[in-house]
């Protein structure tokens, strides 16, 4: 065994965690799969809570120097900070992961991003501190995306390589979950406060309290965690070199080619999670002028939609193989781009045909999303790559979508956001067609050390 692995098995923490939580107990996945619902949709939570807000609250709490329009753009350009610092955590924790071992790792970052969005509810306004206010929701913003980097504990990984092998669409789909659980907490909590107190009191006090239940929330969420990286299996997994982290520059040196290709398969899916999510509630806010709480009910029900497409697609990807789903869900994605957008400016049936609509394209497509081409990755270099290439997923396809299709919508018409969300479609099905021809490719080579992704 080498220094790093035996350094990373041999933590005070992981020694402590395994004897307590998993002692000879072999974990299930069903089991694991409890472990990573939880801990996605704590993540998904602290995403959506401050994705609300940089709608409802950011722009006047914040930005009341501008207009409200500007002043949201800028929340949004805020709102990717995160994403922009998610592959720099992920340097930074993959070092901690080696040298300290994963469960030190969990715990550093888990209290960062709990820390990170809890801080949030303390931000004092433009008003009190002037500038000021700007750079401290940017710091708390970027200890968000600091944490995500590094709440990458591989479990999705050990979900898939514990899964039956004729239901690897149906674990695939699982850690999806906590997308769509995540928004739906979130916003039935802004919902709440919204719909019973006044503008006046939601803007001065209501709107912290979802921050402070997201510390709560990542703590559960931890121990969760802690419980399944301590077991026998994570650690056989570990040893033999399946879920061990690789030095991150060294993973990007040496399988780019299939991070790029892994950063693009799912874009079509990553482009409307925010069109479906965020955008449209800053888009009714700014321009239809209806009840801000009214909106989030659609978006609950919407996002329950959403979890019930999401088994539908871990069903069919097992009868046809995810590739097969993600490119047919990117199609229609791309015909739903051609006349969705214009529906939200229809009234409020239009609102909830491309609410309803897109939530059920999204169930489909980003159940399927996650680790699209991991299967290419080299054996000692998978955990680290499957980080690094979730982590541009995100930035490439997501953090910027909000203020992208604002700013495009605003000045050209909703059409435009038609024409943005094509373009992600159009990405997916180009990775996917390169991916497959790799693939064969490396099939042919029996010396090449990798594994075609299903």
């Not at 433009?126 to 500038?131: A, D, F, K, S, T």
């Amino acid at each position: 065994m080498s220094a790093p692995i035996a350094a990373s098995n041999s933590t005070p923490l992981e020694r402590d965690a395994r004897v307590v939580n998993a002692s000879d107990h072999r974990i299930a996945p069903g089991e694991i799969a409890i472990g990573v619902i939880i801990g996605r949709t704590s993540e998904f939570f602290d995403f959506f809570v401050y994705a609300i807000a940089s709608v409802l609250v950011f722009p006047s709490l914040v930005f009341p120097f501008v207009d409200p329009l500007t002043g949201t753009l800028y929340s949004f350009a805020l709102f990717a900070l995160a994403f922009i610092a998610r592959p720099l955590g992920s340097a930074i924790f993959m070092w901690v992961d080696r040298n300290h071992g994963r469960g030190v790792k969990l715990t550093i970052a888990l209290f960062l991003l709990g820390g990170s969005t809890m801080a949030m509810a303390f931000l004092p306004s433009y008003n009190q501190v002037g500038i000021v206010a700007v750079w401290l929701l940017a710091l708390c913003r970027v200890g968000q995306g600091v944490a995500l980097g590094g709440a990458w504990d591989g479990l999705p990984s050990l979900l898939a390589l514990n899964a039956p092998e004729k239901q690897r669409g149906w674990y695939a789909m699982i850690p999806q979950l906590g997308a769509p659980l995540g928004l739906i907490v979130a916003a039935a909590l802004f919902a709440f406060f919204l719909s019973t107190l006044s503008s006046a009191d939601f803007l001065s006090w209501g709107w912290r309290y979802p921050f402070f239940v997201a510390f709560a929330i990542n703590v559960v969420a931890l121990f969760a965690r802690l419980r399944l990286v301590a077991t026998p299996e994570f650690e056989h997994l570990f040893e033999s070199r399946e879920l061990q982290p690789a030095p991150f520059w060294e993973t990007v040196r040496l399988e780019g080619r299939t991070i790029a290709l892994g950063s693009f398969a799912p874009l079509a899916s990553f482009a409307l999670f925010h069109l479906v999510t965020v955008f449209p509630l800053s888009w009714v806010t700014l321009y239809s002028g209806e009840a801000a709480e009214r909106f989030l009910v659609i978006e609950i029900i919407g996002a329950a939609a959403c979890v019930l497409s999401m088994l539908a697609s871990g069903v069919i990807a097992d009868r046809v193989g995810r590739r097969a789903v993600l490119g047919v869900s990117a199609v229609l994605i791309a015909a739903y781009s051609g006349f969705a957008p214009q529906l939200l400016g229809a009234g409020g049936f239009g609102e909830t045909v491309y609410m309803l609509a897109g939530f059920v394209l999204l169930g489909l497509a980003f159940g399927q999303s996650s680790g699209a081409v991991n299967g290419s990755f080299s054996r000692e270099r998978r955990y680290t790559g499957a980080a690094t290439t979730a982590n541009l997923s995100w930035l490439i396809g997501a953090g910027f979508a909000p203020l992208v299709a604002l700013a495009l919508a605003s000045n050209f018409g909703l059409w435009s956001v038609g024409v943005y969300l094509l373009s992600g479609a159009v990405c997916t099905l180009a990775a996917l067609g390169i991916n497959k021809e790799w693939a064969r490719r490396i099939e042919s080579e029996p010396d090449a050390g990798l594994t075609a992704p299903r």
